[in-house]
């Protein structure tokens, strides 16, 4: 269902301060030259095969390139090299607010979110109260999104996201945030979805939801592939590699 062949990514560091005028008048004044745009390679050569109904999670310490590899994956971002092949629709929660209009209320917010997931007017109208109900936000369905906190922003992204079951979903450390019993309840959603044939990709830093919840893990270290394997093994090695074991 999904495949990465060979896919590398490259940002070129300092490149949005070579840009700003603000830097270039400093610059200028000060009579400095101009740093060097600096290559950091994020992801170099992953090679992964995920078929329908897996459930993969992706462990590695901060700056290991589990983002970006989502973002690849969702289409976000374009591979510096390499192909991805995605059959199947995607729903993304990689980072909290995207697809929403901090400006817009909370019930505006669920009619913008949800067209741009691509679901059908007549699909969120018919599941708006569900919607409702398992964010837990009845109180503040005429509040701005802006005055949200980030546990709220979650709770309406993941209960928009998964309204409707997805071919695949992506989830990247948005369970870790809102308080226990919302995150248990959203566990328990993931685990009907997986059980219904959703394939999951699924990046988050508590080993425990890794082994409970995934088929397979992956171990990202310094954009490589370091480990893939049942998470038990993989959750444990990258356990004791992190505590210098």
Known sequence: MITLSNVSMKFNLGIEKNFSFKQLFVTTLSFKKKPKK????????????????????????????????????SGVMKPTKGKVV????????????????????????????????????????DKFQEIVDFSELHD?????????????????????????????????????????????????????MIGGGTTVLFVSHSLDAIKNICTKAV???????????KPDIVCDAYYKQQMGQ
Do not use: C
């Not at 909290?96 to 007017?121: H, K």
């Not at 005429?142 to 997805?166: C, H, Q, W, Y």
């Not at 171990?219 to 394997?229: A, H, N, R, S, T």
């Open 38 to 73: 600096e290559e950091f390679w994020a992801l170099r050569d992953i090679n992964i095969h995920i078929n329908k109904g897996e459930v993969i999670g992706f462990v590695g310490s901060n700056g290991a390139g589990k983002s970006t590899l989502l973002k690849i994956v």
């Open 86 to 125: 995605v059959n199947g629709v995607i729903s993304p929660m990689i980072e909290l607010g995207a697809g929403f209009d901090a400006e817009l209320t909370a019930r505006e917010n669920i009619f913008l979110n949800a067209a741009i997931l691509g679901y059908s007017e007549k699909i969120i109208k």
């Open 140 to 192: 503040f369905l005429d509040v701005p999104i802006k005055n949200f906190s980030s546990g709220m922003t979650a709770r309406l992204a993941f209960s928009i996201a998964t309204i409707v079951e997805p071919e695949i979903l992506i989830v990247d450390e948005i369970l870790s945030v809102g308080d226990i019993n919302f995150q248990e309840k959203s566990k328990r959603k993931m685990q009907q």
């Open 219 to 229: 171990w990202l270290e310094q954009g490589l592939v370091k480990m893939i394997d």
